[in-house]
């Protein structure tokens, strides 16, 4: 879909490029200026898709909740971690 937008820009530019009418070039740069907008947010939101981690791959609250209780008791008879 980004790239039929991309595509329908490069196309809205060249109708106002080539236009004799000033409504129809301004009509053209309207429409390549809009596609390309959109081009731009679909390209956009497909990087950010492909970068993004699954949900089965973040931390149930069990694991967080698990985590932050090992954190908080050092095990006993351990040496404190900042001697001063």
Not at 4 to 10: E, P
Not at 40 to 67: E, Q, Y
């Amino acid at each position: 879909m980004r790239w039929i937008l991309l595509v329908l820009a490069v196309l809205g530019f060249a109708l106002g490029f080539s236009a004799k009418a000033p409504g129809l070039m301004g009509l053209g740069f309207v429409l390549g200026f809009a596609f390309l907008f959109a081009a731009f947010f679909a390209f956009a939101a497909a990087r950010v898709a492909a970068n993004t981690r699954p949900d089965s791959a973040l931390l149930t609250d069990k694991d967080i909740a698990t985590l932050r209780a090992s954190l908080r008791k050092p095990p006993p008879g351990a040496p404190p971690a900042n001697p001063a």
